[in-house]
């Protein structure tokens, strides 16, 4: 049994957190909840047990801790994980503070969970786009060789946390956005997270380089344009491939259907591909709308759907801890 720490478990993927280590029903001895003074002192629901939010301070981890899973922003990644560290905890981060990190492995299980091992003190999640890309172009690559990747990315509010899904509530009875400088309903806004001096977004900037990290591909050409539009919940995105050899779409698709966490949606006589709707709630990655580009020698289309909160957050953090659990 292991003593396990949310921190940010007020927060939208802290919520979820707490429901995905419940349904997977994990060997957890104790539960200790932290987040700011806003919520502290909040009462939870865990398995039937009322627990109760703590505020998080230097002293929080100054106690048995296994396994901590972060989501309270990079700020307090950066601060904490290191003070929990020295305690002996493994934290499991959610924040971009340390994907980048040489030393930290940046994990997406079904990709390359065999690097979880390389440190044992901080384990990066991806951002959640990445999570869901990486998990159907690693099968892309091992089969045909990946030479250049096209990421249109269509991201739903809940990836701004509760303020965003906020935001387009509020749009939608009339009141003026507070989260994002325009109004989300009726528009798509191209702009996630702030602008650098690239002209690129940060968003699209970590899509980028974490693809790289985790494909391990450090040459990768890969371009990027995030859009944030007005669906609670779910990012879609098109990816664009083009390949060192020519692909076979029975074959590929022979290997979605049979992939551990895909899910293939693919009928279009059927009017059949990935929907935010059907992910929302579930932890597969959703792929569909597999076909060649004909505007290049060998390249490919696929539309790749996954909830964001929960494949692109908790879910794939929990089934870091799992693996974790499993090698102790
Ligand atoms: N939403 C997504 O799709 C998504 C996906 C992947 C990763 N992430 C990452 O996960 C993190 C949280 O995202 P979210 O969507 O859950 O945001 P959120 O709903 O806004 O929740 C933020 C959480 O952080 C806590 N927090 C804020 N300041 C704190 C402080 N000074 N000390 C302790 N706790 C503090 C909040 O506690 P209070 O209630 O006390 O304010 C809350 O629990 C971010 O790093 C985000 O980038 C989000």
Redesign the pocket.
């Known amino acids: 049994m292991y003593n396990i720490a949310i921190?940010?478990?007020?927060?939208?993927?802290?919520?979820?957190f707490l429901k995905v280590l419940e349904e997977r029903n994990l060997p957890i001895k104790n539960l200790y909840l932290?987040?700011?003074?806003?919520?502290?002192g909040?009462k939870v629901i865990f398995k039937g047990k009322t627990l109760i939010?703590e505020?998080?301070t230097e002293k929080s981890f100054d106690r048995k801790i296994d396994i901590a899973l972060?989501?309270?922003?990079?700020?307090?990644?950066k601060k904490?994980a290191p003070i929990a560290n020295k305690k002996g905890v493994i934290v499991i981060d959610?924040?971009?503070?340390w994907r980048m990190d040489k030393s930290v492995p940046l994990i997406v299980p079904e990709v390359n969970s065999e690097e979880i091992f390389k440190n044992e003190g901080i384990i990066a999640?991806?951002?959640?786009s990445t999570?869901q890309s990486v998990v159907p172009l690693k099968i892309i690559d091992d089969l045909y060789g990946i030479k250049r990747v096209i990421y249109s990315t269509y991201q739903?509010v809940?990836?701004?946390?509760?303020?965003?899904m906020e935001d387009l509530k509020r749009g939608l009875v009339g009141e003026e956005a507070k989260t994002y400088p325009h109004p989300i309903v009726n528009n798509c806004l191209p702009h996630i997270d702030s602008f650098l001096e690239n002209g690129y977004t940060k968003e699209e900037e970590k899509m980028i380089n974490e693809t790289r990290k985790i494909l391990n591909k450090k040459n990768l050409p890969i371009t990027a344009t995030c859009v944030r539009v007005p669906v609670l919940n779910g990012?879609s995105i098109s990816i664009n491939v083009e390949l060192e050899k020519e692909v076979n779409l029975e074959e590929l698709r022979d290997k979605f259907k049979e992939a551990k966490g895909i899910v293939f949606r693919d009928d279009i006589g059927n009017n059949i591909y990935p929907l935010a709707t059907e992910a929302t709630g579930t932890d597969e990655v959703y792929v569909g709308r597999l076909r060649k580009d004909f505007s290049i020698e060998k390249g490919l289309n696929l539309w790749v759907v996954a909830d964001?909160?929960r494949k692109?957050?908790a879910t794939n953090a929990v089934q870091i801890a799992e693996i974790l659990m499993k090698k102790k």
């Open positions: 921190v940010g478990a007020s927060g939208l993927v802290g919520g979820t932290f987040a700011s003074t806003r919520s502290a909040k939010i505020e998080l972060f989501s309270a922003g990079g700020d307090i990644s904490f959610n924040s971009s503070a999640n991806p951002n959640c999570i739903a809940s990836g701004s946390g509760i303020k965003g990012h964001n909160i692109g957050a």
